[in-house]
Every structure is written in structure tokens, then in C-alpha cells.
């Protein structure tokens, strides 16, 4: 049997360019250009080294603006076979529900054995779409992983995951979500002929909302987050004093107002 | 497999994509020789492969600089393109340890379109949009890729090896556009590599000004787009050391830097970053930059061994152009690189759309480039100045230091406020000179040895 990885991709401001405004002090996102999000290029290799060690064709998932196309380029530059680009204006305003979701529906329609993710993104980084689309699906997860066993004959994914205090060595069945802890997979440099393909001769497939069936289910009116407001918080006057032994440390705590 | 995916077309699994011989020409580095090579073959109907290492064209780049645009204003419309200013003054100066005496040329048509050809521009940002322009022209460039070496065929060149994993690329033509440092030619014999009195060192820093509106306008007494390209030699510009300093104007920036020959910089045991700030603190030079902050620094190699070391530009399915062909004219006056990178990389792409029209590779078919360049005014600029390097080598001494100090004093002596009569002051001004350099006759010897410089 085939396996079908599917790794998900974002496109995210490049950190390193992302420039601190002298002026006003503030971060300056909006000039900084979108890059592939760091943590998702160890996703592509966690999925390719699946692919090296069984049959299997993996590809890369966007959902995205139509700008969004080269983290998709990137991933076949890297070695994907073939890249889907989920772009829909019905998508705008989502937050990680109908983006979980959204990626659910889409691994569903590939056919996915294995999904493959970053641990968190760089912009958002609320780490909730990969368990988000185990949970649409009803599939396994493996989250913070580590090291990934494929094991073809018993249809399982083995991974050795970061825990508290050590690692947990565990196997899931098939379709599994899988959510890689970043750095512990160091990206394959992209192949000279495949990275002037990518670029130049490489388009993505498509996929909507509608296609995916999620019209009603997506966009700002059905994502239940919802920011209270924000305030700034002022920075509280620390007090400092130096105690000579332990059993002088109770009285000035005691002394503090809370 | 789900049927979303089934036979499309452009699935990368269908078959492992292989470009070796998809490509009429291979141009290693996206600079300005290298994006003028293949925008003019990419006009010419070429499937070009721009191959550049940097994460965009000039990201790499340091320069100073003025953008001489005689012929690429011949290949593209600059009407869009990101230049920074005009040079509306030229400024020539001689610094000793503590004084000043300068030139300043400034003509009015200068002022006016198309300003004399010279605009200061910043890499990053021209090399970007010059090798957008090969793109739209339908080149195709591939960047984070550097070339490691070249594939061959016999003595005939075939290819390019690249750093990235199945890296090498066959096509019938490789343009050697990778600058001064260039390895790849080296590598692969089809240059010397350059001895070390005709390489100098670049230092450059870009300044902003944080404090205030219209800094750079009022300092440099501009208005609207116009800007300065201010020249620095001496003692006080890179200390003993032959080359000079630099002051350029851009839109909200400026770049400063000194650019002076390797075998100096080895001997003083002081580093480029270290010339640069001493120039900077310069008592003439520091109110200029006062209050600036510095927001890149970068350093470089320049060759400059002038017509001599122009190596053979025409191999067998191979040229060499720009810097990488030691194309620059650097002798105090004139620091002038671009507009032969831009005429080479031209001259070079269109015998290349010839030769591949009659189905020839071989260096014969591709001689017809150098002969081009010793047409152009390329190798006539530098052969008319080959013999300043080895000259103001001989009088490094008296160029840089004697002469800085004896015209500055000169000019005191002329100008001083006392009670003598004026005469005194003029004959002691005159002497002021006349004995730093050697009295009458050899200050009629070094007039004699110079003056092709500007006549
Ligand atoms: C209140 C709120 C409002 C928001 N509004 C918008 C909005 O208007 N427009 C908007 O675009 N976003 C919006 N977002 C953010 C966005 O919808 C999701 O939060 C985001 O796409 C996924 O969350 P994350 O970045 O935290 O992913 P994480 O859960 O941190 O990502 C983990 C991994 O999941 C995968 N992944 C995540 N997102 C994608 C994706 N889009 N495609 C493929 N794989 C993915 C990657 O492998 C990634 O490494 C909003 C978020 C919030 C909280
Ligand atoms: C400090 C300084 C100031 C200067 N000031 C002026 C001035 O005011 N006016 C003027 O006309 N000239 C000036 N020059 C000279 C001018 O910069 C050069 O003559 C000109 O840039 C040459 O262009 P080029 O395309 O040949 O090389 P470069 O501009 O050096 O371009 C070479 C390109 O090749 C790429 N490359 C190199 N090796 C590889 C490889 N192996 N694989 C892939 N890509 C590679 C590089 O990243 C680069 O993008 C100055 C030079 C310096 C250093």
C-alpha cells in the first residue's frame, strides 16, 4: 500500500526581518516579506524521511491566499510530489476551529494515511490546528514528536515523543495527526532541478470551501474566538533584599502587600 | 490516492524534473554583468538560467556607489527603476592627518536629464529590479544557489555544478558574471588568480539619520533628487595606504567607505573596519556624518590590475564579463565599474544569441565578444590608464602624505592673517610646495608623469 502523507504548510512574516520601527518602537510586521513558517520545514522533513523508508507520496497543504503559493513551491522544491493550495474568500476571518477544520476536510479528501505539522506557527502560535484536525476527524495524534518509526506491515506510525520529564516511546494506527517538536528535524536542502521546477513550472492544485463542503462552516461568524479587549499592563516596581538564612526569608515575604 | 490529485498535470511525481540541456546559456551571478548578459539574450529569443547564491540579486552586494547607466539605459526603461540620486556635484579631496584642500565640479548640465549618466543607487535594490527585468524578458532565475565549479567536456564547458543536491545543470553556454571573487573561474583555470597588488579592500558602511528632516539636503546643499559623490585621498583618507574614501548621497541615506590595495591593508596590520572609522573621525569628514547611525556594514575585494590583467575572455562554451574579468577602472579619479559590467554582460550575451544561431560553442565562434570590448570604451579606458597603478606606486609616499600636507600649507601660508605684506606669504606658499615635491624640476616631472590622468 501507498501511504499519503500530507504536510501542512504557512506562510508567515519573516522573523528576521520583521524590523522594530525606530521611531515608534513598535514592531514593523507589515514590510517584513512572508516566508514558509520555520517550524513547518521540519514538518517536510519528518514527512520525506517517512517517505524515504516506505512507499509513499507525500503532499503539501496550504490554506492561504493565492499569495500564499510559494510555501507550496518550497515544499516541492524540497521533494513533495504535488502541493494543494485551500483558498477560499469564505475562509477569511477563521481562526483555528474552522482552520482545524478546514484542514480536516482537506486530509479526508486526499486521502490521508499521515498528517504531518509544525509544532506551532511563528505569527499565532497557538499550536491548536494539528490536535484540532485529529479531533474533526476522530484520527490519532501524536504531538511534540521527536523521532517517527513508520511501521507499513502493522499499518502504524511510531513516534517518540518529548513528555515531562523524559520521552514515551508510542505507535498509532492509521490515519494519525502528527505534530513535530521544532529543531529535532533539520530541513533537506532543496534539489537544484526540482527548485527551478517548483518555481517555474509547478502550479498547485486548488481547493474551496464548497468543494470541501465547509461553506457554512468557516469564516469570522463561526470562529468562536473572540478577544475581550487588550490593556496594556504596567510594569510593577520590584522590590529586592537580601536575607541571610532561610528562616529570615518568611518575614519579608509575609511583609509583602498583595 | 484521492482523485483531486490523480494524472494532474504539473504533479512533480509524474516524472523527476531534469532541465540539463533545456537551457541555451547558464549565468553565474545575478549582478549587473550577469543580468545584462541575460536580459540581452533572453531578448533574443535564449532560454537563460540565472543562477545567483545571495536570497535575492545584490543582497549580497556591496558597492558604493554611482551607477554609470550609458548602456543600460540602452537595454531597459530606467523610468521605474530604484535609483536613489542624481550626482549633481563631484567633490575631489586630499586629506592629510588634520587638514583639507579640495576640488568641487559641479556643471550645470549635470542638473539636467539624462544628469551625465551617473546616479547613486543601492544594490539590494537596483541588482533586484535589474534582474526583474532579465525575468520579464524571460530569463529564469534561481537564487540560495551558489555554483561550485564547472561541468566539462574535454576542454569544452558544458555546465555548471551547483551546491545544492543534483546540482549540476548541462547547457551549451556559461557566462561567468560571479564579481571580483571569482572561484569559479579560478577553479576551473580559466583565469589567474589575481596577485595581491591588484586587488584592493572595500569597506562600506550605510548611515541613516535619525534626528530630523532634510539632513542629508541641507548637509550636502541639495535640492529635490539631486545628490554628491564626494572623492577622498591622502593620509587622512586610508592612512598609508594607496586608494582613498568615499561620501555618497542616497534618497534618506548615505554610504560611506574606503576602498584601498590588499597588500597595504596585510602590511599595516589594520583591519578595513578599522580604516573606515578612522576616516570617518576625520575632522573634515566627521561633521558630514555627525549624529548618523550606521544601518549595514559590508566589506569587499575590488580588482584593479587595469588592462594587464584582463584574463582570455572567450573559452569554449564559456565567457567571462565584469568584475570577474577584471573590468574596472579604480586610479583616484575614477572609480568606475558598473558601466563596464552592464557593456560586457551586453556585448557578451549578443555574441552568444550569434554564435548559438550558428550552432557554434567554441571559443573561436565567442572571440568576437572580447574583440566588442576592445572596440568599447572598455579597454581603451583601461589601457590608457595601465600605467598609473605602477607609477603612483612609485610615488606613494609623495602622493599620499608629502602632497596632502604641502598643498594644505601652501594654502595657509596664501590666506594668513598677520602683519607681513602679501608677497612673503605667496613666495612662502609657493616654497610650501615646490620643496615638498622635489623643487622646480620635480615638480615638472610629476606634472609631466600625471597629467594623462585628466588631459
Ligand atoms: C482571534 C483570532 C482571529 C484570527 N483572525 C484571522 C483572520 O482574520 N485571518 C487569518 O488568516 N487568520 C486569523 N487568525 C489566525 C488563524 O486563523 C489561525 O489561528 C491559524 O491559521 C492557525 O493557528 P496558528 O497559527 O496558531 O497555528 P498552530 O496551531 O500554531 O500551527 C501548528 C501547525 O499547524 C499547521 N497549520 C497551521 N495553520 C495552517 C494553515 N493555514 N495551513 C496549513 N497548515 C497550517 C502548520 O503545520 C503549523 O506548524 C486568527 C486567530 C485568532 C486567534
Ligand atoms: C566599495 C565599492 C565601491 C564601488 N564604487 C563604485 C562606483 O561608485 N561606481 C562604479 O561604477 N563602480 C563601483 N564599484 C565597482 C562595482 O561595484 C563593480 O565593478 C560592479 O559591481 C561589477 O559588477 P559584476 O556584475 O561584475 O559583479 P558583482 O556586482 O560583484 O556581482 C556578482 C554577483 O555574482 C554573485 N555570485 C558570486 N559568486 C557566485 C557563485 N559562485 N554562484 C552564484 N552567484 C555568485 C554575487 O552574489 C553577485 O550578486 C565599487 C566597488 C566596491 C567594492
Known sequence: ?258 | MSAILDGRVGDAAIEEPNYDGEFDAVVVGAGLAGSAAALTMADRGLEVLLIERGSSPGAKNVFGGVLYTPTIRELVDLEDAPLERYVAEKRFSMLSHDDETALSISPGEWRREPHNDSYTVLRGEFDEWFAEQAVDAGATLVTETTVTGLLREGREVVGVETDRPDGGVEAPYVVLAEGANSLVGEGANLKATESRENVAVAAKEVLEFPNGENVIEDRFRLFGDAGVSYHYFGEGAVGEAFGGGFIYTNGDTVSVGVAYRLEDAAANDQSPEETLNLFKSHPRVAPLLRDARTVEYSAKTIPEGGAESVPDLAHDGAVIVGDAAGLVLNNGVHLEGTNMAVESGYHAGRVIADANARGRTDADALEAYGRALEESFVVKNLERYAWLQETVEEDRELLFETMPTAFADAGAEYFRMDREPKAEHASRAKRAVVDALGGWRGLAKLALRYRKVVT
Open chain 1, 1 to 258: 500500500m501507498t501511504w499519503t502523507i500530507v504536510v501542512g504548510v504557512k506562510q508567515v512574516p519573516d522573523d528576521d526581518e520583521i524590523g522594530i520601527d525606530p521611531d515608534t518602537g513598535r514592531l514593523d510586521r507589515a514590510s517584513a516579506p512572508a516566508v514558509m513558517n520555520p517550524p513547518d520545514r521540519d514538518a517536510l522533513e519528518a514527512a520525506l524521511s517517512i517517505a524515504d523508508e516506505v512507499d509513499a507520496r507525500v503532499v503539501a497543504m496550504t490554506m492561504g491566499p493565492p499569495m500564499a503559493t510559494p510555501v507550496l513551491e518550497e515544499a516541492v522544491a524540497m521533494g513533495c510530489d504535488d502541493a494543494v493550495l485551500i483558498t477560499d474568500r469564505a475562509f477569511a476571518g477563521s481562526d483555528t476551529w474552522p482552520t482545524s477544520l478546514t484542514l480536516a476536510r482537506a486530509a479526508e479528501a486526499l486521502d490521508a494515511d499521515v498528517v504531518v505539522c509544525g509544532e506551532e506557527t511563528t505569527d499565532s502560535s497557538t499550536g491548536q490546528v494539528p490536535p484540532g484536525i485529529a479531533a474533526h476527524n476522530g484520527w490519532a495524534q501524536l504531538t511534540y514528536v521527536e523521532e517517527l518509526e513508520p511501521d507499513p506491515e502493522g499499518g502504524r506510525l511510531i513516534a517518540t515523543r518529548d513528555v515531562e520529564g523524559g520521552h514515551e516511546r508510542v505507535a498509532a494506527e492509521l490515519p494519525v495527526v502528527v505534530a513535530v517538536a521544532y529543531g529535532e528535524f533539520e530541513a533537506r536542502p532543496a534539489g537544484l532541478h526540482r527548485k527551478i521546477y517548483a518555481e517555474n513550472d509547478f502550479e498547485p492544485a486548488q481547493l474551496t470551501a464548497e468543494e470541501l463542503g465547509i461553506a457554512d462552516e468557516v469564516g469570522l461568524a463561526v470562529s468562536p474566538t473572540a478577544v475581550g479587549g487588550m490593556e496594556t499592563v504596567e510594569p510593577v516596581e520590584r522590590r529586592g533584599e537580601v536575607v541571610d538564612d532561610v528562616d529570615g526569608l518568611v518575614e519579608p515575604i509575609r511583609g509583602v502587600e498583595t
